[in-house]
């Protein structure tokens, strides 16, 4: 992704396309910030293309963020979501998680980047754009722009975005969709080469055939001081259109009641578990599988319908990342009815293993490097858990070792989405109780507040009612409710649960590195923690030092009076 070339073709049973793309930064030796690649399957072609503003400190990283995010997310998006309907989704996930980073990294705006996409299925183009990088389609050596330029409407501040990715913590994309013609040519460029080709020329090279190469480089040699930019460019030329096809389904039955012995796309229900009646164990082909339906309460709600069709598919894209700390999860290509399936393991959760006893310290580092990984992997999907805590982790017993799964990514959300107190209280980071964002630090807290219960069957602040929002008190160590507890461990776990977050782990990545590394765990105390908890040695040896002095004193005047 990035500056550079790449050329490419296309050819189904009735689809043909050849690709080329192409970037070049503004100068030499300077990277660019635009970002760009393009992607094609079956009769699918998607082409994504974000230029980062020049003014934001995280440009590129944005832009860079934005493409990878776009191009991964739609390649497994959810089944029944329109190629339209995912587009918007998953720039307006993009977009939100991008804002809430940067005002957490520098306390404003700073990732902000534009943004255009094409996507072809089979005979129709669907796209979508935020900001001044633009969609042509060249038709018959006539140009025509699909996207529109959300700048502000001012010949002098033209160049002055109105709307861009990461710019504020919503926006509405403008979305096109048009029916492809053989011959059309689908044209993504940044403004490095808009401002500088005016349209009867961009028209001109398309009704050529030109490839993206050429007309960047063109662009290039025309560009002067004022309107010297970097430059990127993708040319689809469709040479042949695909066949019509469905590109959404009929909406999916949401069954009201569920019985045993239903047969549902071959799945026979055995019996609902007990936490809910629409969490069914079934069984297929001698297999235990375990089955979640929609909600009842999305018949009538499309955003409950929405996030349970967002839950499926976090589920499916985190087993298909990391299979080893998540069961497996899909929904069936054929399914009549809304739900999905994940693997059955035949395992207790956590919370019940504690109510016969603690782990111990080496079960509980595997424990911790579990969820440290599976919020890492999930991290990497701009995703967090959402409801860290023993319930939500299966316990799986192989002799000489215990092993364990994250399991219901029913709160699963983007990085910075959630502001509420949606998860467990008892596990809640305190700034959650306040506004604050779910983040890589409040999930540590989770993790933290885990380990502590697990090893001591107390919590480290007592338990906390839903509604209630706490006053947080600093803990005591859980060495002194667990004496087998190894100091470097104690440390990880009060530096993990911290109520002050700038003293807490800020990333997974230095939780993950102390419990590899315990010889390198630096001490953890509060602030107000006395000299002899907090270093005792030293305590001493001042001690010893001032009993010392005090004892030269009391024999000098002993001397001087006699």
Avoid at 238 to 243: D, E
Avoid at 260 to 276: A, M, N, T
Wanted: net charge negative; with cysteine.
């Amino acid at each position: 992704m990035g500056c550079g070339r790449c050329g490419a073709n296309l050819t189904t049973d009735s689809l043909k396309v050849t690709l080329t793309s192409y970037g070049l930064s503004k100068r030499d030796g300077v990277e660019s910030e635009d970002s760009f690649a393009v992607k094609s399957w079956d009769e699918t072609v998607i082409a994504v293309l974000a230029d980062g503003a020049g003014a934001a400190r995280d440009a590129r990283e944005a832009a860079t963020r934005i493409v990878k995010s776009l191009m991964s997310n739609y390649a497994v998006r959810p089944a029944g979501w329109t190629p339209q309907k995912a587009l918007s989704e998953f720039t307006k996930i993009i977009n939100h998680t991008l804002h809430h980073e940067s005002l957490v990294r520098h306390s404003a705006p700073e990732m902000i980047s534009t943004l255009s996409v094409a996507v072809i299925e089979g005979n129709r183009l669907f796209g979508l754009n935020v900001g001044d990088s633009r969609v042509y389609l060249s038709r018959g050596g006539q140009l025509s722009q699909l996207s529109l330029d959300h700048v502000i409407n001012d010949r002098a501040f033209s160049h002055v975005l109105q709307r861009a990715i990461g710019l504020a913590p919503e926006v509405e994309p403008h979305c096109f969709e048009t029916e492809l013609h053989d011959g059309d040519i689908a044209f993504l460029c940044s403004d490095g080469v808009s401002n500088v080709l005016s349209d009867d020329v961009l028209s001109q090279k398309l009704a050529h055939h030109t490839a993206a190469r050429a007309i960047v480089q063109h662009s290039r040699e025309l560009a002067t001081e004022d309107t010297l930019d970097d430059a990127s460019a993708i040319v689809i030329d469709i040479v042949r259109a695909g066949m019509l096809r469905a590109v959404s389904q009929l909406p999916l039955r949401i069954p009201e009641t569920l019985r045993k012995g239903e047969i549902i796309d071959g799945y026979e229900l055995v019996r609902p578990f007990q936490h809910s009646d629409r969490v069914w164990l079934a069984t297929k082909d001698e297999r235990k599988w375990t089955i979640k339906f929609a909600p009842l309460e999305a018949l009538k709600d499309e955003e409950i319908l929405a996030r349970f069709v967002k839950e499926a598919w976090n589920a499916q894209r985190a087993a298909e990342t990391a299979p080893e700390p998540f069961v497996a999860a899909f929904t069936p290509e054929r399914a009549t009815v809304r739900y999905y399936v994940q693997e059955f393991v035949e395992a207790p959760n956590l919370k019940r293993v504690l109510e016969a006893r603690a782990l111990g310290s080496d079960e509980a580092v595997s424990l911790a490097k579990l969820l440290c990984s599976a919020s890492q992997k999930l991290l990497g999907l701009d995703l967090v858990h959402g409801d860290l805590k023993p319930e939500n982790v299966l316990v799986i017993s192989d002799y000489a070792k215990l092993r364990f799964k994250l399991i219901d990514l029913g709160s699963a959300a983007e990085i910075f989405s959630v502001t509420s107190r949606a998860g467990t209280s008892s596990y809640l980071a305190p700034e959650r109780f306040h506004g604050a964002p779910v983040s890589e630090r409040t999930e540590i807290f989770a993790i933290g507040v885990t380990l502590y219960e697990a090893l001591t069957r107390t919590f480290p602040f007592g338990e906390i009612e839903r509604f209630q929002t706490p006053v947080f008190h600093p803990p005591k160590p859980p060495s002194r409710l667990n004496p087998n507890i190894p100091p470097w461990l104690d440390h990880v776990i009060l530096r993990a649960i911290s109520i002050e977050p700038a003293r807490r782990y800020q990333h997974f990545s230095e939780l993950a590195f102390d419990l590899d590394h315990p010889d390198k765990v630096e001490p953890f105390f509060q602030k107000d923690a006395p000299l002899l908890e907090r270093d005792p040695l030293k305590f001493y040896r001042t001690g010893f030092w001032l009993l010392l002095a005090a004892c030269i004193v009391l024999l000098a005047r002993l001397l001087a009076s006699h």
